[in-house]
Nanobody
Framework: VQLQASGGGLVQTGGSLRLSCAAS????????MGWFRQAPGKEREFVAT?????????SYADSVKGRFTISRDNAKNMVYLQMNSLKPEDTAVYYC?????????????????WGQGTQVTVSS
């Protein structure tokens, strides 16, 4: 599967952004789609994940719970990350990723396909 992320930008503290991820190729093999982020000098970290087929159960990092919402549109092969109440510490490059792991995973090693990343910058 191939992934293309978009929607990043510069926003003030408290603002909102919606990231999009377009999937193509063998999407039938995907179990979960996730969003990760990587700030300068830091490791890539889990943000949110959603089950690609079926009920679409979700899971979030504690740092974004209540502020970010992951969603999907299977008909369009799209995954979204709605980010509200943004903080300067949310500044990072955001990546979408695909996993064939049936259980929810927050580990980068369980995701086999990655998008190119989109920069989100939150000014204070």
């Amino acid at each position: 599967v191939q992934l293309q992320a978009s929607g990043g930008g510069l926003v003030q503290t408290g603002g909102s952004l919606r990231l999009s991820c377009a999937a193509s190729g063998r999407t039938f093999s995907v179990y979960h789609m996730g969003w990760f982020r990587q700030a300068p000098g830091k490791e890539r970290e889990f943000v949110a994940t959603i089950r690609w087929w079926g009920g679409g159960s979700t899971s979030y990092a504690d740092s974004v719970k209540g502020r970010f919402t992951i969603s999907r549109d299977n008909a369009k092969n799209m995954v979204y990350l709605q980010m509200n109440s943004l903080k300067p510490e949310d500044t990072a490059v955001y990546y979408c990723a695909a996993s064939m792991t049936q259980s929810v995973s927050t580990q980068t090693s369980d995701y086999y396909a990655w998008g190119q990343g989109t920069q989100v910058t939150v000014s204070s």
